[in-house]
Each structure stands twice: as C-alpha cells, then as structure tokens.
C-alpha cells in the first residue's frame, strides 16, 4: 500500500505545483524577500562580533583584577557599543577624508582634460599617427540632432532614474533590516547559540553534532583572525602607500592611502583596483608621475605579498599563500566578493579537519609519514 500511496502523493502534488506555478513562483520571491535581510543580518552580524568579542576579552581582563565585577551581560552590552562607535567613527574619518578628495579629483580632472587633450593631439601628429578622424568626428557632431536624440531619450532616462531609485531604497531598506538583525543576533548569540546547539544534538547523531559543533566553533575562530589579520594588513598597507606617495611627491596621497587601506579589505584584487584608480588620476595630472606612481604600487604590491600578507593573514590560520590564493580565486568565481573573503577562513578549517583526520587514519593504521 505504501509503495503505492507515495508515488501517488508525489505525483498529485508535483502536478498542483505545476498548474499553479505563478502563485508557487510568487511565494518564492516573497519569500526571497524576508530571507535575503535575514542573510544580510547574519552576514553582518558576523562581521560585527569580531571587534566585540575582541573588545569583551579586553574589558574582562581588565575588570577581572577588581574585586567588584559588572555582570557579563553589561560587559557583552558596552563592547557592541564601542564597537558601534568604533565602526560609525572609521566610516566617518572614511567619507570626511574620500569623499571632499575626490570631489577635487574630479573637478581637477575634467579641468586638466581640457588642457591634456590638445596636447595628447599634438603629440600624436608629431608622432606622425593620424588623428585626423578624431578632429572630424567632433567637428561633424550636429548640436540639434544631439539635442533633439537627448530630449528624446529624457522619458527613458526617467524610467531609467525610478527604478534605478526604487532598487536603492529597496537596498537601504533591506541593509536597515539587516543591521537590525545584525544587532539583535548580536546582543542575544549566547542564547541563539544555545538553542541552535541544542536542536543540533536533539535532530542529529551525538558524532554528526559533535563534528558540526567543532566545525562551527573553529570556522568562528578562523574567520576572527583572518578579519582582524585582513585589517591590520589593509591599514599598513594605505599607510605604506600615503608614506610613499608624499616622499615621492605624487598627488592625491591621503586619497591613495584612504582608497587602498578600503580597497585592500577584499583579498588580492582590492589593492589591484586602487592602483588602477590612483594611476589614472596621475596620468592626468603628469604621465611622468604616472610612472612613478606605478612602480611604487608594484613594489608595495610585491613586499605585501611576499612579506606582508602570509605572515599577517595567512600565518594568523596557518594557511599558506598558496591555498590561500586557491581560495580567494575559488570564492571569488562563485559568490563575487564575500566568497573571497568566507572561502578563506572556510578553508584553513576544512584542511585543518582534513590533516587531523588524516592522522588519525595514520595512526590507526600505525603509519609514520616523515
């Protein structure tokens, strides 16, 4: 009866879904819709608990020493908010400094393409290159016709401008939703650890939950000292630079710096696009400097990866530069820029498992690599 009953029941619902399928894709993107700022929050809250655990410790051993203790939830309560601050005060220091700079880059830029494109021109009839069709496609550029082809395209720039506005606010809404989640997951991760342990060990074998505990706790452990070495690397690494541009005299430093220590938060292609970044806007001002620019950027980019990053990021997890490049390529051609930055911490635990069962097998079987 029931090797017939439950093909039955597959089929009859297998057919509902398919004859129902808009209201069935409907309810999918609703609830996409709840699930993606519950993701945005644990993601976050990640991101988070690394400087408030870092700042609990510090306030516990500080506290510790007295013989009157505050209780650990009110120390739990004051590191997330100097946290909060600490976060709120770098995102300032961040937009005080970029975002005036490179308003004057801007400005700067179209003021001197101005100047550098008559001379590029030169430049190029001395070289005996010809840049006759250049001069004549822009002589030959009719004002009316490109009014009128502006004027009407203005009803698809508008269409273009709501729903451009509605994707922003419908990404404002779900980071604020987020953050929230964020704050909540938190200032309450003691009990949602709990109760996650306990419905592991409820649902799963005691070896399979054991296995997931040890697996959870070691990937926190990991991701906490790849953030905190990822950091530490991204800030030597703008000061390496802001030092270097304003020895070497080469504009824009403070935007350099700020630009590359950001940048730099994303394994291996953040200092890359910085450099990018700051050697356009040089070429603009002096191709000379451009040079410059760039050979500082390449020698820095060799010493972080040389000397810099396997100690600071890659010694922190044991990782070598060579499974940590697999990686960030790895992550990065699945899940874009957070899978560069998971896959990392991700994989020094999964070869960290791999080797400590790996000698387990050994010694069962009494074997003794050298």
């Known amino acids: 009866m029931k090797k017939v009953l439950i ?84 995102i300032a220091l961040v937009v005080t400094l970029v975002i005036p700079e490179l308003v004057n880059s801007i400005k700067e830029l179209f003021s001197l393409l101005g100047v550098r494109i008559p001379q590029w021109v030169e430049y190029l009839n001395t070289q005996n290159i010809d840049v006759n069709w250049l001069e004549e496609l822009l002589l030959n550029i009719d004002l009316r016709e490109f009014s009128q082809k502006v004027t009407d395209g203005i009803g698809s720039v508008l269409n273009s401008v709501f729903g451009a506005v509605s994707s922003i606010l419908s990404v404002i809404l779900t980071a604020c939703f987020g953050t929230v989640i964020a704050m909540y997951i938190v200032l309450d991760k003691n009990a949602i650890c709990k109760h996650i342990k306990q419905i592991t060990y409820a649902y799963l074998k005691p070896s399979w939950a054991d296995s997931l505990s040890n697996f959870a706790k070691g990937f926190s452990i990991s991701f906490s000292k790849f953030l905190t070495g990822q950091c530490t690397e991204a800030v030597l690494l703008g000061g ?109 635990v999964v070869i960290e498992v791999i080797k400590a069962d790996t000698q387990n097998r050994l010694s069962v079987r009494n074997i003794s690599i050298e």
């Open 7 to 90: 093909p039955t029941i597959v089929g009859v619902s297998l057919f509902a879904l398919l004859m129902n399928l808009g209201a069935v894709v409907g309810i999918v993107r609703s609830a996409a819709g709840l699930i993606v700022p519950m993701i945005v929050g644990i993601i976050l809250a990640m991101f988070l608990n690394v400087p408030t655990n870092s700042i609990e410790r510090r306030l516990t051993s500080i506290f510790s020493k007295r013989k009157k203790q505050p209780p650990q939830k009110a120390l739990h309560l004051a590191s997330f908010l100097v946290s909060v601050v600490l976060i709120l005060l770098v």
């Open 240 to 348: 390496l630079i802001f030092i270097s541009f304003s020895i070497f005299g080469i504009p824009y430093a403070a935007l350099a710096g700020v630009l590359t220590a950001f940048c730099a938060i994303i394994p291996y292609v953040g200092a890359f696009l910085s450099g990018v970044v700051s050697v356009f806007l040089t070429l603009v001002v002096d191709p000379t400097l451009a040079v410059r620019c760039l050979v500082i950027y390449l020698v820095i980019q060799f010493i972080e990866t040389q000397f810099i990053y396997p100690r600071v990021v890659g010694g922190s997890m044991g990782l070598s530069p060579l499974y940590t490049l697999v990686a960030a390529l790895i992550g990065g051609e699945l899940f874009g820029i957070l899978g560069m930055i998971f896959f990392i911490p991700l994989s020094a």
